[in-house]
């Protein structure tokens, strides 16, 4: 069900942060995973706030501002409100030292470029009206149709031509008893990109002293209208090491994903993936099959649980030992490995972006569902609240 409720190791200084580009080597695996330590022994003293600093310009003048959460183990998270876009995530390694493990540009014009527009690769974004796709940009809500922006073929992808990753979210740091907080708030005005009703949307970026960063999303509406809220961070744990992610190893616990067809359309069906290199039930190098699935992997994974906060992805590094658990409410989550990525973007100093240089991991309801009855319902109503928790927690196995 949906959860409606009623009612690289490359240096870089931006301003007041140190950011290192996300890139991984091969060390033997080992078994316990444990909290990662801090970067030394001691605990990191926390500022009341996150920090803030200029980002750079947007092209129609504004000042953009990032922001830096810190936690006790001296984890940062660093969040623009330039399409609200995860740009950094300094977290230890097995043996305490800080990388950052996602990918991401040094200044907001980098993200506004001629080549990033070019690439459109979403890296950081938080995604909307409609996270992934929806055929030809149509569907039909209590009778009426609508046609909403094509940007990917004859599709819409990610919110059509100007999504929520292209808009200056209103932004407010803040704290709370589990840690950092900054709330982005953007309004989606009715007929933005051809979506009906007014999209009141607030998400909130939450850094935990577990070394666990939280995303809440929250939206309410005037008319009806779908809505699938995600983030498209690129993560890449080997930090610095490996210019591709394809020694990490995932777990999906999902017996089914969605079948789709040449643009990754689903067909409706909901496919078993056991004997296919859609199995992820164990764990598996990403790059032990990929070349068996035609343009790797982009698809989208059916989750076993159906209700409640469950369990929607692992990743265990070998290079680095670091770990990554994923839980959502949601129930699917699209595993991406980065295959449109080309090496024509540069990242955070100046580190190339090439094939599969990150992975993501993007927590939603199912593509093309306003189209396929049969799929959980996207459709939010007036006098609904939207409502969805997605968390990304990081670790070690010494």
């Excluded at 100093?349 to 991991?361: D, E, M, P, Q, R």
Aim: net charge neutral; charged share 15%.
């Amino acid at each position: 069900m949906i959860p409606f409720r009623r009612s690289g190791l490359l240096a870089v200084t931006l301003p007041g942060l140190l950011l290192l580009a996300a890139c991984g080597s091969n060390q033997p695996a080992e078994q316990s995973t444990t909290t990662a330590p801090a970067a030394d022994s001691t605990q990191t003293k926390v500022a009341a706030m996150p920090t803030s600093a200029s980002f750079g310009k947007a092209l129609d003048g504004t000042e953009i501002q990032f922001y830096t959460l810190t936690n006790k183990q001296g984890a940062k998270a660093t969040i623009t409100n330039y399409g609200g876009t995860l740009v950094g995530l300094m977290m230890p390694d097995r043996g305490g030292k800080m990388g950052d493990v996602v990918l991401g540009f040094d200044n907001v014009s980098d993200y506004q470029s001629p080549a990033f527009r070019k690439a459109n690769p979403y890296i950081g974004a938080l995604i909307g009206r409609y996270g992934n796709r929806i055929a030809k940009g149509k569907f039909t809500i209590d009778g009426k149709s609508y046609q909403v922006g094509v940007n990917n073929g004859p599709n819409s992808l990610h919110g059509g031509k100007v999504g929520y990753d292209q808009k200056i979210w209103e932004a407010t740091p803040g704290t709370s008893p589990d840690g950092q907080t900054l709330t982005l708030k953007y309004l989606s005005k009715d007929g933005e990109e051809g979506y009906p009703g007014s999209l009141q949307i607030t998400v909130v970026y939450t850094l935990t002293d577990a070394n666990a960063l939280r995303i809440d999303y929250t939206a309410t509406t005037d008319k009806a209208t779908p809505v699938n809220l995600t983030n498209h961070a690129y993560f890449n744990l080997s930090h610095g090491v490996s210019k591709d992610i394809l020694k990490h190893e995932v777990t999906l616990p999902a017996d089914r994903y969605t079948v789709v067809d040449a643009g990754l359309i689903p067909t409706g069906e909901l496919r078993p993936v056991k004997g296919t290199p859609f199995d992820f039930t164990t764990p598996h190098a990403i790059g032990e099959r990929i070349a068996q699935v035609p343009g790797g992997y982009d698809h989208n994974w059916v989750l076993n649980a159906e209700t409640g906060q469950h369990p929607a992805a692992t990743v265990y590094d070998p290079t680095s030992g670091r770990t990554l658990e994923v839980t959502t409410d949601q129930p699917g989550i699209q595993f991406y490995t980065g295959n449109f990525l080309d090496g024509s973007l540069k990242g955070k100093g100046g580190t190339v972006y090439g094939l599969h240089a990150g992975f993501c991991l993007e927590t939603q309801h199912f593509p093309d569902s306003p189209n396929e009855p049969k799929f959980p319902s996207t459709i939010l109503k007036p006098g609904e609240t939207y409502h969805t928790t997605s968390t990304y927690t990081f670790g070690v196995r010494k």
